[in-house]
């Protein structure tokens, strides 16, 4: 039995040395570079880094155009919100505008805004006209008894009422 297993792991080693030994002829390496690596390489060569003070620039920034002259503002929340949470809260009304902050009254306290945050409140102004009265249907009087075509009456009941 012991002869055995030695046999079984010499022949591994050999199998393995002879695969170690094979492999390097299979592959040689290339001299010569194909164009697309070369051209890939001289390219990576001449990108440069973008400079950092163009990264934030106000030209992509958009600010209402009626920001300026809102009597109230909306507050966008720059948090994660919560499933049907309101992205803004408001209205609240403005106090003093800058070029870039505006100061507004929130819960009794002047407090300092970005105008990227900011969005118009506008508020609906309520019709002048009186709304028509309708008649009120409770004060007319309902009979008893109610005639069908047919001649017969029926005596109508209002639910969860005592009959008399």
């Not at 390097?24 to 570079?33: D, E, I, K, V």
């Not at 970005?114 to 969005?119: F, P, V």
């Amino acid at each position: 039995m012991t002869s055995e297993f030695h046999r079984l792991n010499w022949s591994t080693d050999s199998v393995f040395a002879f695969l170690v030994s094979f492999s390097g002829t299979l592959f040689h390496p290339t001299a010569c570079l194909p164009k697309q690596t070369l051209y890939r390489s001289s390219y990576a060569r001449k990108l440069r880094p973008v400079s950092a003070s163009h990264h934030s620039s106000d030209e992509n920034s958009f600010v209402h155009p009626n920001l300026q002259s809102a009597s109230h503002v909306f507050i966008r929340r720059d948090t994660i919100r919560r499933l049907l949470e309101q992205p803004y809260q408001g209205p609240y009304k403005v106090l003093r505008r800058k070029e870039k902050f505006f100061y507004i009254e929130i819960n009794g306290k002047e407090a300092t805004v970005s105008t990227d945050r900011l969005k118009p409140a506008y508020f609906l102004v309520e019709p002048s006209t009186p709304h028509p009265s309708f008649p009120d249907h409770r004060s007319n009087p309902v009979s008893d008894s109610v005639v069908t075509r047919s001649g017969s009456r029926v005596r109508l009941t209002t639910p969860f009422q005592s009959s008399s």
